[in-house]
């Protein structure tokens, strides 16, 4: 009976404990945002902010091109994430329906792109856009956003289609559609989980991209938030606050997706990543 109860009591003190680790960093970045300055540089830590104040919100609203690179964030991103969608779909269902040579060593290549530490071909990326005269450009960091999460999204999605029986593409073609058809009403609706967990990858990857846009983008409204909230103590000096509230804003959009897509994305990963 002792060992029964300890065998279930472990695992869930174990979850509490991660999720107190995990959560109260979060907690305290936007608990910070929302306390007066006396309060942030007490000595006397004040857990629950009782007087909340919007001053620090309004500071780094205001702050110099602040909706200049939401909106560069935003454009990049979104632009990434639905080319990679776009293009993976169609790599994804020639991958798991269509046998032709070469294509395990196709699979094995996008595996190792996944591995790839993108850091280190930065250095190579600036002389190519350079030569290309396409410095400070959006254009860039789009295409090469979407090179980054391709790989994931491609291989994730080939899993769903693999799961998708090949019987019910074939019943529709009897019935008179064609091959895209067939996907378009067949398979494109079966792979709902895929696209969101791949969706929310590639949207946190792609929103938090900080090295890229370092070396590409010098010039300040061509920057994305990431660069922007590295300078962003600089810029304000000690003011944590304003810092916090920052960094609450940054993470707002992620928060928000990930709360509407979780249970769909969660179980999107796992299928995809054992089918196929």
């Not at 990858?201 to 590295?230: D, R, Y």
């Not at 304003?242 to 960094?247: I, R, Y």
Request: hydrophobic share 55%; charged share 15%.
């Amino acid at each position: 009976m002792k060992r029964t109860t300890l065998g279930r009591v472990w695992p869930n003190v174990t979850a509490v404990l991660l999720t107190i680790g995990f959560v109260f960093p979060v907690y305290w970045m936007f608990a910070t945002a929302f306390k007066p300055t006396p309060d942030i540089v007490s000595e006397d830590p004040v857990w629950i902010p009782t007087n909340i104040t919007f001053e620090h919100f309004k500071t780094a609203v205001e702050a110099e091109n602040f909706w200049t690179l939401v909106t560069n964030s935003l454009t990049v991103t979104l632009l990434a994430v639905t080319f990679s969608l776009v293009l993976a779909l169609a790599g994804s269902f020639a991958l798991a329906r269509m046998r032709f040579k070469g294509r395990r060593g196709f699979i094995i290549g996008f595996m190792v792109a996944q591995m790839a530490p993108w850091e280190v071909m930065v250095i190579a990326i600036y002389f190519i856009v350079r030569d290309a005269d396409m410095l400070n450009s959006l254009i860039p960091l789009t295409l090469f956003y979407m090179v980054m999460i391709l790989p994931f999204t491609l291989l994730t999605l080939r899993g769903f289609v693999a799961a998708v029986p090949k019987e019910l593409e074939e019943s529709a073609m009897v019935d008179g559609c064609t091959r895209m058809q067939a996907f378009r009403k067949v398979i494109l609706p079966l792979l709902a989980p895929g696209l969101m967990s791949t969706s929310l990858f590639g949207f946190i990857t792609a929103w938090n991209e900080f090295p890229m846009v370092l070396i590409l983008n010098k010039q300040a409204e061509t920057q994305t938030l990431p660069l922007w909230l590295s300078k962003f103590q600089t810029a304000f000096g000690d003011d944590w606050g304003a810092t916090m509230a920052a960094s609450s804003l940054f993470a707002v959009p992620i928060l928000i997706l990930f709360v509407f897509l979780q249970r769909k994305a969660v179980s999107g990963l796992t299928d995809g990543a054992v089918k196929g």
